[in-house]
């Protein structure tokens, strides 16, 4: 069973994992209309991971016998002054989300709430891997510069990324 302030936060958890696939989706509608199709595809499927995360939450509190408690997503920008800025706007907030989760990590630990803490161990492993992939693009974005073709390689190097679900349609995460 949760306690009240363990449920709070991860209800709080799952609208800032909402918020980051409605960042993540609103980046690729712009990649899009821009004409960077690759770097549309890859911002997509950050989409879909972020929509995983949040459902991760959702399964884990229902099957812990909380109640999911939906609150309203903010507006994400919709205008970005380039892919560089995108991407560093994106390690911005998953440095962001990394500390959310960290906060969580305290609260299951001060209430001694062992089954949430193991839950939450694969959020920090994965927010690991979210930063290291926004430092890996940032820093090949920031190579090619100005430069045209590397950019356009670039972005049909990223539109080969493929979401790969890894929630079933059971409440098992």
Do not use: C
């Not at 694969?122 to 940032?138: G, H, K, L, M, R």
């Amino acid at each position: 069973m949760l306690g009240k302030k363990m449920l709070d936060e991860l209800n709080k958890q799952m609208n800032k994992e909402m918020y980051s696939a409605y960042l993540y989706m609103s980046m690729s509608a712009y990649s899009e209309y821009i004409g960077l199709n690759g770097f549309a595809n890859w911002f997509m499927v950050q989409y879909k991971e972020e929509m995983e995360h949040a459902m991760r939450i959702y399964n884990y509190v229902n099957d812990q016998g909380g109640q999911v408690k939906l609150m309203a997503i903010e507006e994400p920008p919709a205008v970005f002054e380039s892919p560089l800025d995108m991407f560093e706007k994106t390690l911005t907030h998953e440095q962001f989300i990394t500390k959310s989760i960290n906060d969580l990590v305290d609260v299951a630990l001060g209430e001694k709430d062992h089954a949430t803490n193991i839950f939450l161990q694969w959020f920090v492993t994965e927010q690991i891997e979210e930063e290291s992939n926004d430092n890996d693009i940032i820093s090949q974005l920031k190579l090619i510069g100005d430069n045209g073709n590397g950019l356009l390689m670039l972005d049909k190097e990223v539109g080969t990324r493929v979401f790969v679900p890894q929630i079933t349609g059971d409440s098992q995460a």
